[in-house]
């Protein structure tokens, strides 16, 4: 049993799910920030369980089967006798602790309640993560008083007066209404001859940009006759799966693509004609890059 749990918190961490056949499936829920009068809940992700997903999708037996050196059929055999003593457990109105993930338990209809571990388990994207506690800040309404002071009518009258004079010189003044003939009349008659501005006309700045030029990459798709697929991971939605695809193709996998749907979204990293080249694929991959050290071969021919 705690073998078991082991292999399902490492698959919990690397995948966000893992789905126990026969029991259900362990999956992370992003929780919101909650605020509250005096409190600030940072946004964490948390451990939910839901017992409809309990089709195998091969993930947990195949950790297992690497993680204790076993075969796939006995690592299967090993989940499946355990899962049975789970169910014996709570058949038993008995609470089962899966590990620091939390406990499971029945209802009085029979159905299986997950309770998740308040502190026990962890979860790398929640580290420094804290709740904040404050208190309300308490405003007081301050009244401003505005003075002024009139100024004494003797300066007022000097101020109008200067106004007065001021309006006066402005309707007073001269109107120009034509310059060019007031300066004709100051130069000789020989020179009494309009005035001509050289005028030089520039052509406008031309500025030509050049066109950018795109590269359009097309996302690549499996052939029909590549039956033989390397998973590299099962995801429970279409977006997790397409974000995956993204991050293998800028890996330079240019060839990953998304199965089909079978209850989960399998991402195949690359796809062969023939099994042999699947497999030799797959056992290359697994040697030269760690993090695809659980890859595995999905031949559609097979029943």
């Known amino acids: 049993m705690e073998t078991m749990v082991r292999h399902i918190e490492?698959?919990?961490?690397?995948?966000?799910y893992v789905i126990v056949p026969g029991l259900g499936g362990f999956v992370?829920?992003?929780?919101?920030?909650?605020?509250?009068?005096?409190?600030?809940?940072?946004?964490?992700v948390t451990v939910s369980f839901n017992?409809?997903?309990n089709e195998s999708d091969g993930l947990l037996a195949i950790e297992t089967s690497r993680m204790e050196n076993i075969s796939f059929r006995e690592a299967s055999n090993k989940i499946t006798h355990e899962v049975e003593k789970i169910k014996?457990?709570?058949?038993?109105?008995?609470?089962v602790e899966i590990g620091s993930l939390g406990i499971l338990q029945t209802s009085d209809e029979g159905k299986i309640i997950f309770t998740p571990s308040a502190s026990g388990h962890t979860v790398p994207s929640n580290f420094g993560l804290e709740t904040l506690h404050y208190s309300p800040a308490q405003t007081k309404t301050e009244r401003k008083v505005i003075s002024f002071t009139i100024p004494p009518m003797r300066k007022i009258a000097q101020y109008a007066a200067v106004g007065a004079i001021a309006i006066s010189l402005l309707f007073a003044a001269p109107r120009l209404e034509n310059v060019a003939n007031n300066l004709a009349n100051l130069l000789p008659a020989k020179q009494s001859e309009p005035i001509v501005e050289n005028t030089v006309t520039e052509e406008p700045l031309k500025i030509v940009i050049p066109e950018a030029e795109y590269t359009h990459h097309s996302a690549s798709t499996a052939s029909v006759d590549l039956k033989h697929h390397v998973i590299v991971s099962c995801l429970p939605t279409q977006k997790a799966a397409e974000r995956l695809c993204y991050e293998l193709k800028n890996m330079n996998f240019d060839q990953a693509h998304v199965l089909p749907p079978?209850?989960?979204?399998?991402?195949?990293?690359?796809?062969?004609a023939t099994k042999a080249e699947a497999v030799q694929f797959m056992k290359q991959l697994r040697e030269s890059t760690p993090r695809f050290s659980d890859a595995w071969?999905?031949?559609?021919?097979e029943k």
């Open 51 to 53: 017992p409809l997903m």
């Open 88 to 95: 014996a457990n709570l058949g038993s109105n008995k609470n």
């Open 28 to 44: 992370y829920q992003f929780r919101s920030a909650v605020i509250t009068k005096d409190t600030l809940e940072p946004p964490i």
């Open 297 to 301: 071969v999905l031949s559609e021919t």
């Open 262 to 272: 079978i209850k989960t979204h399998r991402v195949a990293i690359e796809s062969f």
């Open 10 to 16: 490492t698959l919990l961490r690397r995948h966000d």
